[in-house]
């Protein structure tokens, strides 16, 4: 393979993803879908006092996104919510290499604009809304 | 294969020189939309280097011969399809325009209570003008069902048909699936009801020669740019009678009589449906295509794609975790697989690294992956250029791209 998107800290996520599973009588709560190809993700949120205390997804998407989810949820947890609420793509250096994938910029950021929406009290959001 | 030449045709699509990531094209992406032969090319070329001008209505030289272009044609469309008379053949932006036309004309015949009767297995563009359609007017739409190969449940389709079933909507050939339709069974049963019945050709039209006297279907609709011709222009041929019967789709220039603030009487077919300046070079890239598409051994090319079918079929049954999604009896050259581990948009991204063009998702027939407890297939699908050579690239594509997600 010539230039690869599939870094090795993104495949080890998309493997073994961190946080997948659903939050009973969670805080927040919102889908995101990818109108490009129909994945989808399920985002569930804990904020106690301000803060982002718990995180988890359900995934029915690709490797980007499922990567992009783990390493988000590693990232939000235990930050205030005015932080998980602005954190962008280039948080992620993994992900440098999508510059050159531009058609699989959304799978990355789907997962950051459905915890926006959740924080946000949106149910749902879709790769046109980011 | 008789005379079939795959080489001398590979010769005629200049995108098939170009290097993709720096390997040779390997173009498998010919349900979304097929190459285009250098004639075709060059017949647009033509049309706006040596004869641009708008159509109809011109006195001057420059209109006259656009104008002959454009309706030579429709004619060359209407022997094509072997129409009755050019004017049943309407130049449409596309298959789905064309569909989205009978939906509003046709539609506005339609009543409370009545049905619209499609398939399990249509593309979006004929789910959602009857729709759109049903919610305005108070219709109900009602979708025969398929079975787990792929298949139309025919039993099922019967059953659905009902006097109040207004028109039969399908799909010929399916993208997704490559399933084809009984229609010629499906128009006849429709009719025994009463009903008219409108095939979406857009896959049919490159994989058999459609003759619509014989199909003795009411309507039909493609695109341009599936049958090696430009995008966004297509054809919705339509029974000169029921056309007649219909009123028009949009109004403006072209499709009038006579305009007064009292009242406007509108053209003769076919030009009542064809309103505003239309897609000249389009249209006459067309015509060019179904030029190219007549000097080639039919025969033999689609004994080619059986064989194409049945090789990368093969093939790709013996990868690891592989499944193919729709294996119906009668299929044309369309392969969805889905493959244990790695997603269709990861599969697609790897394997266009080593040159190879598949689409990946939905393929606008969200109701198919839900049948199928899926969200997204990888889909090759193949066309006359096509060799086993590129189906051997392929599965070598597939199976380096497993290597890293094992």
């Given at each position: 393979?010539?230039k690869?998107?599939?870094?090795?800290e993104?495949?080890?996520?998309?493997?073994?993803p961190?946080?997948?599973?659903?939050?009973d009588?969670?805080?927040h709560?919102?889908?995101g879908?990818n109108?490009?190809?129909?994945?989808y993700?399920?985002v569930?949120?804990?904020?106690?006092d301000?803060?982002?205390?718990?995180?988890k997804?359900?995934p029915?998407?690709?490797?980007?996104?499922k990567?992009?989810?783990?390493?988000?949820?590693?990232?939000i947890?235990?930050k205030?919510?005015s932080?998980?609420k602005?954190?962008?793509?280039?948080?992620?250096?993994?992900?440098d290499?999508?510059?050159?994938?531009?058609?699989?910029i959304?799978?990355a950021t789907l997962p950051l604009?459905?915890?926006r929406?959740a924080?946000?009290?949106k149910?749902?959001?879709?790769?046109?809304?980011? | 294969?008789?005379?079939f030449?795959v080489?001398?045709i590979?010769t005629?699509?200049?995108?098939l020189?170009?290097?993709v990531?720096?390997?040779?094209?390997?173009?498998?992406?010919?349900?979304?939309?097929?190459?285009?032969?250098?004639?075709?090319?060059d017949a647009?070329?033509?049309?706006?280097?040596?004869?641009?001008?708008?159509?109809?209505?011109?006195?001057?030289t420059l209109?006259?011969l656009?104008?002959?272009a454009?309706?030579?044609a429709?004619?060359?469309?209407?022997?094509?399809?072997?129409?009755?008379s050019?004017?049943?053949?309407?130049?449409?932006?596309?298959?789905?325009?064309?569909?989205?036309?009978?939906?509003?004309s046709?539609?506005?015949?339609l009543?409370?209570g009545?049905?619209?009767?499609?398939?399990?297995m249509?593309?979006h563009s004929?789910?959602?003008?009857?729709?759109i359609?049903?919610?305005?007017?108070?219709?109900?739409?009602?979708?025969?069902?398929?079975?787990?190969?792929?298949?139309l449940?025919?039993?099922?389709?019967k059953?659905?048909l009902?006097?109040?079933?207004?028109?039969?909507?399908?799909v010929?050939?399916?993208n997704?699936l490559?399933?084809i339709?009984?229609?010629?069974?499906?128009?006849k049963?429709?009719?025994?009801n009463?009903t008219?019945?409108?095939l979406?050709a857009a896959?049919?039209v490159?994989?058999?020669?459609?003759?619509v006297k014989?199909?003795?279907?009411?309507?039909?609709?493609?695109?341009s740019?599936k049958?090696?011709?430009?995008t966004?222009?297509?054809?919705l041929?339509?029974?000169?009678?029921?056309?007649n019967?219909?009123?028009p789709?949009?109004g403006?220039?072209?499709?009038?009589?006579?305009?007064?603030?009292?009242?406007?009487t509108?053209?003769?077919?076919?030009?009542?449906?064809?309103?505003?300046?239309p897609?000249i070079a389009?249209?006459?890239?067309?015509g060019?295509?179904?030029?190219?598409?007549?000097?080639?051994?039919?025969e033999?090319?689609?004994q080619?794609?059986?064989e194409?079918?049945?090789?990368?079929?093969?093939?790709?049954?013996?990868i690891?975790?592989?499944r193919?999604?729709g294996?119906?009896v009668?299929?044309?050259a369309?392969?969805?697989?889905?493959?244990?581990?790695?997603?269709?948009?990861?599969?697609?991204?790897?394997?266009?690294?080593e040159?190879?063009?598949?689409?990946?998702g939905?393929?606008c027939?969200m109701?198919?992956?839900?049948?199928?407890?899926?969200t997204?297939?990888?889909?090759?699908s193949?066309s006359?250029?096509?060799?086993?050579e590129?189906?051997d690239?392929?599965?070598?594509?597939?199976k380096?791209?497993k290597?890293?997600f094992?």
């Amino acid at each position: 393979m010539r230039k690869t998107l599939y870094h090795p800290e993104i495949i080890e996520h998309s493997k073994n993803p961190h946080h997948v599973g659903t939050i009973d009588h969670c805080t927040h709560s919102a889908e995101g879908y990818n109108q490009i190809c129909g994945d989808y993700i399920k985002v569930d949120l804990n904020v106690e006092d301000g803060t982002l205390v718990d995180f988890k997804f359900t995934p029915e998407c690709c490797a980007i996104t499922k990567a992009a989810a783990s390493m988000l949820g590693n990232k939000i947890i235990g930050k205030p919510i005015s932080e998980a609420k602005t954190i962008e793509l280039d948080a992620f250096s993994a992900f440098d290499v999508l510059k050159d994938f531009p058609a699989r910029i959304k799978c990355a950021t789907l997962p950051l604009a459905t915890v926006r929406a959740a924080l946000e009290n949106k149910k749902e959001t879709t790769t046109d809304d980011d | 294969m008789g005379n079939f030449n795959v080489e001398a045709i590979r010769t005629d699509f200049p995108n098939l020189n170009v290097p993709v990531h720096g390997k040779p094209l390997v173009y498998l992406d010919n349900g979304a939309t097929t190459l285009k032969p250098q004639s075709v090319i060059d017949a647009i070329n033509h049309h706006y280097t040596q004869e641009t001008s708008n159509v109809h209505r011109g006195v001057h030289t420059l209109s006259q011969l656009a104008t002959s272009a454009y309706e030579g044609a429709r004619v060359k469309v209407q022997k094509f399809l072997n129409a009755a008379s050019e004017r049943e053949i309407i130049f449409t932006k596309g298959t789905t325009d064309a569909i989205n036309l009978v939906a509003a004309s046709l539609g506005d015949t339609l009543t409370t209570g009545d049905e619209i009767l499609i398939t399990e297995m249509e593309h979006h563009s004929n789910i959602v003008p009857w729709q759109i359609l049903c919610k305005k007017k108070g219709c109900n739409l009602k979708v025969a069902p398929i079975n787990d190969q792929g298949e139309l449940i025919l039993d099922e389709f019967k059953k659905l048909l009902s006097p109040k079933t207004k028109i039969v909507a399908i799909v010929y050939m399916s993208n997704s699936l490559g399933t084809i339709n009984p229609v010629e069974e499906i128009i006849k049963l429709a009719h025994a009801n009463g009903t008219p019945v409108l095939l979406d050709a857009a896959q049919a039209v490159s994989h058999t020669h459609i003759d619509v006297k014989a199909l003795d279907c009411d309507l039909l609709a493609f695109s341009s740019h599936k049958l090696f011709g430009p995008t966004g222009c297509g054809v919705l041929y339509g029974k000169e009678s029921l056309l007649n019967d219909l009123s028009p789709y949009q109004g403006g220039g072209d499709m009038i009589e006579k305009v007064s603030f009292a009242g406007t009487t509108f053209n003769t077919l076919p030009y009542k449906f064809e309103a505003g300046t239309p897609n000249i070079a389009g249209v006459i890239g067309l015509g060019a295509a179904i030029d190219y598409i007549e000097k080639v051994d039919w025969e033999g090319m689609q004994q080619h794609k059986k064989e194409l079918l049945t090789y990368a079929t093969e093939q790709l049954e013996q990868i690891e975790g592989l499944r193919i999604i729709g294996t119906a009896v009668n299929k044309i050259a369309i392969l969805s697989f889905v493959i244990d581990n790695i997603h269709a948009h990861d599969l697609g991204t790897l394997i266009d690294q080593e040159g190879v063009a598949v689409r990946t998702g939905h393929h606008c027939t969200m109701p198919v992956m839900e049948h199928f407890g899926i969200t997204a297939t990888t889909r090759a699908s193949f066309s006359w250029y096509n060799t086993h050579e590129e189906i051997d690239i392929l599965v070598k594509a597939i199976k380096q791209a497993k290597e890293i997600f094992k």
